[in-house]
């Protein structure tokens, strides 16, 4: 991934969400939000995203559910898992499933950009 990649965003927590992606455009991202499930598979049906990242609870699935979907149509999306939640079943079940990390909430911005500083080195 040589330029800077497209980002979805999947959380139902807007604050999240927002923070996120307002950092992610002040260092160049392309990225955009959605509250649940169905937007996201909607969203990467229909876009060329690079990297997503899954809020774990979702309104309407858990986000390995929603990881496990997209992985029937696009097993390319590089897939990081966040929570607020001490779930490890869950967790370690996403990063089985392929999720490259899980990233728990609160977290920092500094984490954020160079994870994907060295996703696009990759």
Do not use: W
């Not at 649940?36 to 060329?48: D, S």
């Not at 309407?60 to 696009?74: I, Y």
């Not at 939640?85 to 869950?90: F, G, K, M, T, V």
Request: proline share 3%; aromatic share 6%; net charge negative.
């Amino acid at each position: 991934m040589q330029n800077k990649p497209n980002i979805l965003i999947v959380d139902d927590e807007h604050s999240v969400s927002f923070s996120l992606i307002s950092i992610l455009m002040l260092e160049d991202y392309k990225a955009i939000s959605v509250d649940n499930g169905k937007q996201a598979i909607e969203a990467i049906k229909n876009n060329n995203f690079d990297i997503a990242f899954f809020d774990i609870r979702l309104p309407d699935m858990n986000g390995v559910e929603l990881l496990k979907t997209v992985r029937e149509f696009n097993s390319n999306l590089i897939v990081i898992m966040m929570t607020a939640y001490a779930n490890n079943d869950l967790i370690e079940e996403a990063l089985q499933k392929g999720a490259l990390r899980c990233l728990r909430k609160p977290f920092e911005i500094p984490e954020v950009l160079d994870l994907l500083k060295k996703i696009i080195k990759k």
